[in-house]
């Protein structure tokens, strides 16, 4: 069964580094997402992407955050200067199509700013 | 605005026995909802959705949920517990007002069976 794959499963960086999660999403999907989880709690939007564009973003996404397609199989999460509150799960996830289909989420990487 | 809600932080039941969580929502138009569950240090599974049709949808591992218009409910319902059940679950809807259609989730509920 195809599935979303993530890497690394487990990132610690120093504050004020680099951090690019990766992501290869299902293949013939289109639309992907990257949600985070702090602490095991709730599942928060971060950005959509269709068609080599971010469709949307919620306020957490700052100048701090950014999406890419680079060659057209994977989708990286950029976080350019890490905080410690960027501490969490970090989800990606991909949709075939439209909205009556289900997401198809990763097992995450865990970010441990320190 | 779209939104699911889990009155539920936690749902303790002796296994062997049904279970319920709870998810009531607010949505403009038809809902897209879904139930998802997460096992410790894993990601989110998908476990059912409810588009159209029937009102009772059923999914993986034994689990069903009940949409209920009238009421804005999309409960997550099995008839008999397992241990392996605990987990955190989720509902969530689809944002149809969302250029993406992206995922809401409820802040989760905690399901214990207990042995």
């Known amino acids: 069964e195809p599935e979303v794959t993530q890497t690394p499963s487990h990132q610690v960086t120093q504050m004020g580094q680099e951090v690019i999660l990766r992501c290869v999403p299902i293949?013939?999907?289109?639309?992907f997402y990257w949600y985070r989880q702090i602490l095991g709690q709730k599942v928060e939007f971060l950005v959509s992407?269709?068609?080599?564009?971010?469709?949307?973003k919620s306020e957490i996404f700052d100048d701090q955050f950014s999406v890419e397609r680079p060659d057209g199989s994977n989708f990286t999460l950029k976080i350019r200067s890490t905080k410690l509150e960027d501490s969490a799960m970090y989800f990606c996830?991909?949709?075939?199509?439209?909205?009556?289909?289900?997401?198809?989420f990763g097992q995450g990487t865990r970010l441990t700013v320190v | 605005a779209q939104s699911v809600a889990q009155p539920e932080d936690q749902v303790n039941v002796a296994e062997g026995n049904p279970l319920t969580v709870k998810c009531t929502y607010s949505?403009?138009?038809?809902?897209?909802l879904f139930w998802y569950v997460q096992y410790p240090n894993r990601g989110l599974q998908f476990l059912l959705k409810?588009?159209?049709?029937?009102?009772l949808v059923k999914g993986s591992y034994g689990f069903e949920a009940e949409f209920n218009k009238s009421q804005t409910s999309f409960h997550l319902k099995k008839p008999s517990a397992l241990v392996s059940d605990s987990a955190l679950y989720f509902c969530?809807?689809?944002?149809?007002?969302?250029?993406?259609?992206?995922?809401?989730f409820g802040s989760g509920t905690r399901l214990s069976i207990r042995p």
């Open positions: 969530a809807v689809r944002d149809r007002q969302s250029s993406a259609s992206k995922i809401i």
């Open positions: 996830a991909s949709v075939s199509r439209g909205i009556d289909t289900e997401a198809f």
């Open positions: 293949s013939n999907h289109l639309y």
């Open positions: 992407f269709y068609n080599n564009e971010i469709s949307e």
């Open positions: 949505v403009s138009g038809n809902p897209y």
């Open positions: 409810y588009i159209t049709g029937d009102n």
